[in-house]
């Protein structure tokens, strides 16, 4: 398995700077706005390009690493309760809340999960899952990955161009790459037009004969458009993702315990805008043992909107 990752990785490398070499090779042999940029010079627009382009290239080779394996770390703690409990009144007394399972290398599974009601309710709160091939009890979030065969916190999804799975630790980076090869590739396609304005579609003084400029900047338009129906729409949907604190194994999959225990529509992890940057921007490589509402402080809490909550300001 481990094999066939790094062979998928290498691939995915691969086509990855083939595609990045063929456009520097036409834009710098054929006339453009960024060959314009280094005659003049126009070392802002310059600065801008190659810092974009480096940093969509740095992303790219180090998002896929550690997104967060289960076992390899200490998780922290991480409660609900900052997040929406003036909608409960005052003299209503708040529930105790579950006890934290220790997860890291269990040695007897039922010591663990002793402190769980029979009927798996956890206190009226959605049963953890127990990994089969891991040999440990999952904190909500996390899923079993059969590509990397480990358990992955905060579980998004396996990607096979960055080699490896989004998760937890390398979301962050995921959406950094995403955000900056969308605009580098814009940032191409605009290069890649105007030079296909100074070429005609066929050489002139020839019998039909085809501009082989021309093709080359067609060919590169051609790539920055698939390019980019690829990476805007993924971009989009993990700003999404990122301010709701969801993720895409969460939204795809509504048969999760923790996800279908609570009334339809409702975000167990929806902390509010802020807070929710806050979770993927700043968590300074601390991954979260996540906490849910009972049902009761669920249907007591519900927001009406993203931003109603006391993180937003």
């Not at 006339?31 to 790219?60: C, E, G, R």
């Not at 990994?131 to 999952?138: D, G, L, S």
């Not at 100074?198 to 085809?210: A, S």
Request: net charge neutral; proline share 5%.
């Amino acid at each position: 398995m481990d094999a066939l990752m790094k062979e998928a990785s290498f691939t995915a490398r691969g086509i990855y700077f083939v595609i990045f070499t063929i456009a520097m090779a036409v834009f710098l042999s054929y006339d453009n706005s960024l060959k314009d940029a280094i005659q003049a010079p126009d070392l802002v627009y310059l600065a801008v390009y190659v810092t974009v382009f480096a940093l969509a290239i740095y992303y790219f080779l180090t998002c896929g690493k550690n997104p967060g394996f289960l076992g390899d770390m200490t998780l922290k703690r991480y409660d609900y309760r900052p997040f929406r409990l003036r909608a409960i009144p005052k003299e209503q007394p708040k529930e105790e809340e579950a006890p934290s399972i220790i997860i890291s290398d269990p040695s007897d599974v039922e010591s663990l999960v002793s402190n769980v009601p029979s009927d798996g309710s956890q206190g009226n709160r959605p049963e953890k899952h127990y990994c089969n091939i891991c040999k440990k009890v999952q904190p909500y979030r996390t899923r079993h990955c059969k590509d990397c065969n480990k358990c992955v916190l905060k579980f998004d999804h396996h990607c096979f161009w960055i080699g490896g799975c989004v998760g937890e630790l390398n979301h962050r980076s995921f959406w950094l790459f995403l955000l900056f090869q969308s605009i580098a590739t814009v940032m191409s396609l605009d290069i890649a037009f105007s030079g296909l304005g100074r070429y005609p579609y066929e050489k002139p003084g020839t019998d039909g004969e085809y501009s082989q400029e021309y093709g080359a900047y067609m060919v590169l338009i051609l790539l920055g458009v698939m390019i980019c129906l690829i990476t805007i729409p993924l971009l989009i949907w993990h700003t999404y993702l990122i301010i709701t604190n969801q993720t895409t194994w969460e939204y795809a999959s509504g048969k999760l315990n923790y996800i279908k225990f609570y009334p339809r529509g409702y975000l167990p992890f929806n902390y509010g805008v802020i807070e929710n940057l806050r979770i993927i921007f700043c968590h300074n490589n601390s991954p979260r043992d996540w906490a849910v509402p009972t049902l009761d402080e669920a249907l007591n809490n519900r927001s009406i909107t993203l931003f109603d909550n006391q993180h937003f300001s």
